[in-house]
């Protein structure tokens, strides 16, 4: 396939090229002034929206409360943990100046708020009383990136981040994996992406963490891609700000934190976990608009054509569909179909003049099994049932496809050639030593890391795929190439 | 009244101290570290999640998108708008290092996005079917500031900034009046606060703005707070940035841009336009416990009575109400009474085992007519029709009571030294010559400037009340000493 006067480069011939022109071509995205940063456009902006509706919304039904903390960090709090500024240090922005003076101390935007969080979870936590605390924020950071990429790497980004606090390990444990829980949720039910969630290996934790999780998505390109992590951070933190309370016998204890946090990357992972060689393809439940329709008469019909049309949009709504009528006069119904389908309308209806007579429009699906939308007449009596029903099964076909797909690019391999082969199509699930030095040969010869020690795996042990010491962690190690 | 040891200083002997310990210790929020920033807690937060969930409604019904623009602004953008960048020089604060580097361009941490907007909005239009363009953000901004306030001058405030651009002034007015009204609806309807919506005088002006409106609410010590503001921007901005449509006779015009915005600060004035000596006195619309449920029971009657109170909560949940119960063991009833009067809950619910035995609960309004909270016994069976009317009467009263107050507090004024009084203790409405150099002295004499020009005043003209010359914009202007 030729890449056509509209289209976008295919995804066979670069990926990469696939990407960056559907994200922008598809007004989700596009390059800020200031260097790695994004301008999130309407189109984007809702898909997050959407996210941020069903995370928040579960992120309170677990018990936690939104707050907010300042963007600016002294930069003494994040030299406080030590793991913490080494790992962050190369990416801070700096405000050195401030209401045209030089400031005493530089203020760092922040990165992340661990330190700043810390400082206030000190003061406000004195009894076991006061446990856990659950706290979450919505908000910007900012981490300066040497390779920028919409939505994947960008200098700034949108996200949340919790941070809890608890009286012991076992309930800080508890917390990290039910938040992962939840991103697994988010991921699967809402943007139709199979992630596993599993452990992260010492090499690749947060730095200042004990422990790591993650969620990883499988991309078109076989590629993986972290969607979500979750932090258990020991009393690194709590050390560090004197997050300290008195327990029932009357002695002061330290706490143990969490972190976790979602970002405006999910909207990437969805572009990528999904689209196609025509652009975009949307699940419904993160779709901007689940139905387009798209009025098809002219001269005296018209009017007809598009009253109809804004009728049955009003009928949609009122059924909780989120339908646009693209009444655009000055492009043609051709220019319109190819539009939504590189802006990954899940459903596209037709009407004209001899549909409405017969009281029915033409339905057609972003892609069915064949990779193809046929259409179908459906009756316009019956339109928003038949239109809720096509909108769930078509967010079951994208989570099943993007199953069956991870699925058939994921192989256990138990030898080095057959794993260099595996990890240039998809995943590699392998026993590994847990030597940093001999994950770094793997990188560095494949390109491949390791994305996490999923928590489903079956307890296993052997030799390493490379270098034939003894297996660690007890489990397989999922490799992969990843974003 | 004296300083009781958990009460917090009367607002009669030193209004200023009353809020800083109002909002702290009903902890909405506290200091940052770093100068004049603020830690929104989470009953604080709650709030702000309230009003903007309002908002973004009537944002969103109103025709706009929401989208989001890059935190970063570089130097130049700021500076091809002659007044805004003088207007926001002082109060900016510089990125000059990143990635362990000195930046070639230092960026400004964003005061306000008109710029790089603008920028963006250049390249999006080219016709006149893309007008009008309706964006707004949610957003985080940062203004250096002298003398900070929590809530009401933060170095860091979250808002959102709404930026339009239309294809003549007339659109763009129009637009600069609907979001000036969107904000009156939210004052009045949401924060109980009857704010007088109109135009500010030439010195009172946005920077870059031809002209501004904003809406002025009275806090409980007559002074005024502007709690949203509303700019037609005219074409400067469109100049700046190039923001051109080609018209439908295929000629380029420039656009006609409009930005408004409303920031946390709307918490600082819904604290001083209804707080009194107790603390807090929360609009039912904008609390995040609108009932607070005390059970009062000790020994083998406590386990009966918590769960009364638990049931009777999940019934009041299910009918719509934000409701919590109060079982801390370790607080007496009489702390709770005084905490939830600090912490403004609405209503306060009070359930022991004989109320229990009667099949009722004793109610208790956070305040009355007399400024007291008399309590009647209500029936458990029908508490949730009670209280849902009682809160809607709730909401009403302190409407009614903000609007009598700020009406006993203004004064259409025609001398000099009744003004100067009326300023003291409220508003004074007067005719005014619109001379920049007469505000002045105004200011310095008596602290009082021209709030604004109120949109329902009626036609009249006269001679200035300060120096005699004719009067300027053919009505009264309203002055305070403001917030
Ligand atoms: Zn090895
Ligand atoms: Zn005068």
Not at 102 to 119: M, Q
Request: charged share 25%.
């Amino acid at each position: 396939m030729a890449r056509g006067e509209r289209g976008v480069t295919p995804q066979s011939e670069d990926f990469s090229s696939w990407y960056n022109e559907t994200v922008t071509r598809a007004q989700l995205v596009e390059r800020g002034p200031a260097k790695g940063t994004m301008v999130i456009r309407p189109y984007g902006y809702r898909i997050w929206e959407l996210l941020q509706a069903e995370l928040d919304r579960r992120i309170k039904d677990t018990g936690h409360e939104n707050a907010y903390f300042p963007l600016f960090i002294p930069e003494s709090y994040l030299k406080r943990e030590a793991e913490h500024v080494e790992g962050f240090a190369p990416e801070l922005a700096v405000v050195t100046h401030a209401g045209g003076k030089e400031l005493e101390e530089p203020l760092i935007v922040r990165p992340t708020s661990e330190t700043i969080v810390g400082e206030m979870m000190a003061k406000w936590i004195s009894s076991y009383r006061d446990l856990p605390l659950l706290l979450n924020q919505w908000a910007n950071v900012v981490r300066w990136e040497l390779r920028p990429r919409l939505f994947l790497r960008t200098t700034e980004f949108l996200w949340q981040e919790g941070h809890t606090a608890h009286a012991d390990a076992a309930d800080a444990l508890r917390e990290t994996l039910q938040m992962l829980e939840v991103y697994t949720e988010i991921a699967r039910d809402i943007a139709a992406i199979p992630v596993v969630p599993g452990e992260k290996t010492p090499g690749e934790r947060f730095a200042g963490a004990v422990q790591t999780f993650s969620i990883e998505g499988m991309m078109r390109d076989g590629k993986a891609l972290q969607a979500g992590t979750s932090h258990y951070l020991g009393t690194n933190f709590a050390k560090a700000f004197g997050i300290q309370y008195l327990n029932r016998a009357g002695t002061q204890e330290l706490c143990h934190t969490t972190s976790w946090g979602m970002a405006t990357r999910m909207i990437g992972a969805a572009v990528m976990a999904h689209g196609d060689d025509k652009g975009l393809v949307l699940p419904p439940r993160i779709a901007p608009y689940q139905v387009v329709i798209v009025p098809i008469a002219r001269g005296e019909a018209a009017e007809e054509v598009d009253t109809a049309a804004r009728e049955l949009a009003g009928r949609l709504k009122a059924a909780g569909i989120r339908v646009h009528v693209d009444d655009r006069p000055q492009v043609s119904p051709g220019f319109k179909f190819n539009d939504w389908e590189l802006r990954g309308a899940p459903l596209r209806l037709e009407i004209g003049p001899r549909d409405l007579a017969a009281g029915t429009a033409l339905l057609a699906r972003r892609l069915d099994a064949q990779g193809e939308g046929g259409k179908v007449a459906i009756a316009l009596d019956t339109a928003p049932q038949t239109l809720a029903a096509a909108l769930e099964e078509f967010q079951a076909f994208l989570l099943r496809r993007a199953t069956d797909f991870r699925e058939s690019r994921t192989a256990a391999v138990e030898a080095w050639p057959e794993f260099a082969q595996q990890v240039t199509v998809g995943w590699a699930s392998a026993l590994h030593c847990g030597r940093p030095e001999c994950e770094d040969e793997i990188k560095a010869e494949t390109a491949a890391t390791p994305r996490c020690i999923p928590n489903a795996a079956p307890v296993e042990s052997g030799i390493c795929v490379r270098c034939g010491a003894p297996s660690a962690y007890g489990k397989r190690v999922l490799f992969a190439r990843a974003y």
